[in-house]
């Protein structure tokens, strides 16, 4: 029986991550974070939702809505909201003590840290929960809370004011309320209404982050009808106040509540080069979507998470052998983001890691892992083969996340020919390592500590010392082949190195667009990087 902080230590150390990183580049002048951060401080100092007059303070920000008075944020409405409450009281405890509002870098730290890293953090938190009471193990807890944490978008996008990680964490709490209920059949009628009305309630804010998001809405309303038969009428209860929010804001800014920022963009390039053919922008699939979204090591889903693709053979193992729910609703979920991002005329999104419009998918596709882990529990190299993938996975998205995630195009391997390049010249981002006063590649020191301690845990675990569903098809498969931990730990990290060493060596040869891009991104560097002399670094001058 676990006491104490054990059972949390996979959690902290992915907290420990996020609170780590901190990067931060205000002359890229980010749209998808800063037109939410202008949006925020609008509702804050000027008390209106225009962000004209937040533009003549702070300067031209891309991503806009326009009508024939004002200019607005052109995303969902989500994240702006609830960073008001952070940055009024944050703006209202400068004013006390008599000091000036807070500018933009203060304004983007603290609405990062309050609004979006800690919900992130408390979503994972009931996420390793549920996993425990889903599968009996702490080691799939420790390792799943990880890989979802720290191996996926959701870490990239978590440390950023954008809606993508808020969307995935809504979306997949409203299924474990929708999988509690269906699970728990000795909760008393009030309790079980409860949960229902909660998951209804959690799939509305999904579509306040993220519109896009309506689809994976939409799925899960579908599995509570299904699954609640008459008592989903709670569900959609809960999901009325998110929805009426969102049209009440809808009408504030263009008049009705069925219209939206995508038919009002400012931008008139934009707009003509993504927004003007079919349903704003939303045509039929474009088949160049589908390699690149998907594996391509420049921006590909399961490139950049490779542990994902374990989900994805778990949900056909589902299909086979049931419960077969589960299986249809990742698949759903899944066939409906990708075929919605092939069908965007910029589907590409931009300076981004990895296809951020179906970030909201990320958790579903571990979804069919954590219902198949007394299986897989049984088998001594399964949870090793996951473990070896849930490594680079991590490696990929934490160095993407905490150094630079705003990946310019022109990369086809951005990680290897970008970022371990710019470590390795001394340019560093912002966190906890640069306030240590380490720099170059030894400001990552912190955070690389915390990620491999969060890798070593589920790595040192074993599922002989788990209680619950899967411990006994554990042991009665104990002596017919279970490796020891050192044996594990070999596949893992096999596993580990072939993938990196394979993805290490795709696309290396020079290109002259890489090049500029990379100058780019070295101009507008921020703080000044640490150059190598005499043995030390020192910084740049």
Known sequence: ME????????????????LFASPYFERINNPNENVRIWATRAIVEHHVLAIDEVQREWGWVNDKAKTDRHVYSGKAPGTTFLGVPVLYLHTKLRHFVG????????????????????????????????????????????????????????????????????????????????????????????????????????????????????????????????????????????????????????TALFGRPWRWPYAYIENPGFAAAHHSAGFHGLTLPHLAAFPSALVSPAYGLFAFSPVLAVGVVGAVLLWRRGPQRYAVLVAAIAVTMILFLSGMQNWRAGWCVGPRYIAALVPFLLLPIVKLWPT?????????????????????????????????????????????????????????????????????VPLALVTLAAIALPAAGDDDGDQGQGHAHAHDHDHQGRGGPWRQVALSLAVAFVYLGALAAYGRRPSVAEAAATATVRQLWEPPPAVKSSGRSSPAP
């Open 3 to 18: 006491r104490g902080l054990r059972r949390h230590a996979a959690w902290l150390l992915v907290a420990a991550a996020y």
């Open 99 to 250: 000091w000036k509002s807070p500018d933009k870098a203060e304004t983007t730290f603290w609405l990062r840290l309050f609004a979006v890293k800690l919900p992130v953090l408390a979503f994972l938190w009931a996420f390793a929960r549920w996993v425990e009471r889903a599968t009996g193990s702490p080691r799939a807890r420790d390792l799943l809370v990880g890989a979802l944490g720290l191996g996926t978008m959701l870490y990239p996008y978590g440390v950023l004011f954008v809606g993508h990680a808020l969307a995935a964490a809504a979306a997949f709490s409203a299924f474990m309320l929708l999988d509690l209920f269906d699970t728990d059949l000795g909760a008393s009628p009030r309790v079980a209404l409860g949960r229902l009305a909660a998951a209804g309630f959690f799939a509305g804010l999904t579509v306040l982050f993220e519109y896009q998001a309506a689809l994976i809405a939409a799925a899960l309303a579908v599995y509570a009808a299904v699954r609640a038969r008459g008592r989903a009428l709670a569900f959609v209860a809960g999901a009325l106040p998110p929805a009426v929010a969102l049209g009440a804001y809808h």
């Open 376 to 444: 897989l529990a049984a088998r001594w190299w399964t949870p090793a083969i996951v473990l070896g993938l849930t490594i680079p996975s991590i490696f990929l998205n934490v160095i993407s996340g905490a150094v630079y995630p705003h990946y310019p195009e022109q990369f086809d391997n951005p990680v290897f020919d970008l970022t371990l390049p710019l470590l390795g010249a001394g340019y560093a981002p912002y966190g906890l390592g640069w306030l240590l006063r380490l720099r170059g590649a030894w400001a990552m």
